[in-house]
């Protein structure tokens, strides 16, 4: 059995210019290396889309290759790491008490009548829907260093270079609506149905924003930053719960109020038997 990774980093987006980030393609070669150092990934294991190659399309078809070589065997281990804006759009399946579903820019974001064009976004919906397919033999690890409220930013953040990974909807009815319910975690978007033996990393909890931040003279998402450095600090010793408390302690450290949040295959809880939330 073998591994495979997609590590994708978007900071420019074909219709949005003035969404620019600056941090999310160091992520993805940040992902990159430390998946090659620490998790014994090789360059052909690992696929990394940045920019103009990280469109819809190029990423889901990316992904659905990895989930089609676990189901044949080829894959027992999968690793998808996103660092990009977020976003809501209305949800048109039911599955959604507040009637909206979490979503992930790509390059080609566009809009249509007021909302995001579903050629180009990526909801929670269409991940989990992909997700499910995974045989209970394969580990699925998700990190997502982008936020899906644009309620977190701080007074301190005004004064650093820092700026929040998150876009809301493109009209003012579709954002009214969208504002006027709390944003579900992220931990539940691949969870809400059941995916088995998957861990998902996010770079904050669901009120809050993850930072596109200047660090040490370069531009990151602060969560990929310090869960990084703690890596290489460690030379991978660590268990993920405590190497999740190393990562926040290294935010809370140098002034950043997001928390990362953590689910892994462990204890039950109600939402979805069989996984926790380190909180």
Known sequence: MGKKALCVGINKFKNYPDATLNGCVNDATDMQSILKTYNGFTDKEIKVLTDAKA????????????????????????VFSLSSHGTQVPDTNGDEPDKADEAFCPHDLAESKGNWHPDHIIT????????????????????????HSGTGLKAVDMLLDRRPRYLPPPSLKAFLNIEQRSPRALNDLLLKKGVAHQILWSGCRSDQTSADAQIDGSWHGAFTYFFCKEMRASNNSLSRAELLKKVRQGLKSAHYTQVPQLETQATQRKQSPGSTVIK
Do not use: Q, R, W
Not at 64 to 72: F, I, N, P, S
Not at 130 to 140: D, M, S
């Open 55 to 78: 469109t819809k399309a190029a990423i889901m078809t990316c992904l659905e290759k990895m989930v089609d070589g676990a189901l044949k065997g080829s894959y027992d281990y999968l």
């Open 124 to 147: 929670d919906d269409e991940l989990h829907d992909l997700f499910i397919k995974l045989p209970k033999n394969v580990l699925l690890e998700v990190y997502f260093d982008t936020c």
